[in-house]
């Protein structure tokens, strides 16, 4: 469940979600180690959020891309309220930092880019990216809309991982000042940092997010809520397209050797197979088009 509303007399945007069935849905279908699923989870809490502050008409699309060994990171959130995303490496290795917590920074890089893609249909699309600041993914996304949007902006994500990779809690806050926010807001909000630390451990304790929004503001006013869930919408219709922009060489060759293409989703981890008929009938289309 995500929320939207004010605080601080209305000088402060407020963003939360307990993201936990989200983040436990891409680990089932993706099968992520226990670090790309903490990286992975943060994006797509954080990205869930993005999502509630724009119209629904809007699609966001967010890479990070890092020079840690999880390479790059893919979260799209879609118009209905739906996210998906995936990592390239997903069974990373398992790195455990000073504090013994799992070791998202060295996974993801320090260096590299957040890039995000917000599209609008008829508009143009946005386009924005900034760099890396600490691969932590919460402070790289602060960075991004403090200097790519001009929004100061407090941001924490988490993901609790159990022993055996599977996912206990996961979500995110984001506070966001808005221009006539006073000094004393401003103030407040640098000293409630510690409050939304470990969401993912607040979470863990009491699963509801307005209950971690109210022990931060006493004047929290909820403005709306709104289910988002994890769902890929891909189809076997979509990957004949993709397999169709293969040579007839290509084609002919894969049917002689291998009998069958197999394609799987990088988003959900559904396979599509194609037999030899499906390959003959894409080879006839391709053949005709050309003649078209």
Not at 52 to 74: A, R, W
Request: glycine share 6%.
């Amino acid at each position: 469940m995500a929320i939207r509303g004010l605080a601080l007399n209305n000088e402060v945007r407020v963003y939360g979600i307990n993201s936990t069935e989200i983040v436990r849905t891409a680990q089932q279908k993706l099968n992520t180690s226990a670090c790309a699923s903490a990286a992975l989870g943060r994006v797509l809490s954080i990205v869930s959020l993005m999502g509630i502050m724009s119209n629904d008409q809007e699609q966001i699309i967010v890479t990070i891309d890092g020079n840690g060994p999880l390479k790059k990171i893919h979260a799209h959130y879609m118009a209905n309220h739906t996210i998906r995303g995936y990592v390239d490496n997903p069974q990373v290795e398992v790195l455990i930092n000073d504090q013994k917590k799992l070791n998202v920074k060295e996974i993801v890089g320090t260096q590299g880019t957040l890039s995000v893609m917000i599209k609008y249909g008829l508009k143009q699309d946005y386009f924005g990216m900034t760099n890396l600041i600490s691969g932590e993914i919460s402070e790289d996304f602060a960075y991004y809309f403090a200097s790519s949007e001009q929004i100061p902006s407090v941001v924490s994500a988490g993901v609790l991982v159990d022993k055996d990779g599977t996912i206990i809690s996961a979500g995110a806050i984001i506070f966001q000042l808005l221009p006539q926010a006073s000094e004393t807001t401003i103030q407040y909000l640098e000293n409630c940092i510690d409050k939304i630390s470990n969401i993912s451990s607040k979470l863990k304790e009491d699963n509801d997010i307005m209950h971690v929004i109210n022990n931060v503001f006493e004047d929290f006013t909820l403005l709306e809520k709104t289910n988002v869930t994890y769902n890929c919408p891909c189809t076997k219709e979509e990957f004949y397209y993709k397999i169709a922009t293969l040579s007839i060489k290509d084609l002919k060759q894969i049917k002689e050797e291998d009998h069958q293409i197999e394609a799987i989703c990088p988003w959900c981890n559904t396979k599509y197979h194609f037999n030899e008929q499906e390959i003959d009938q894409i080879i006839k289309d391709k053949l005709k088009a050309k003649k078209d």
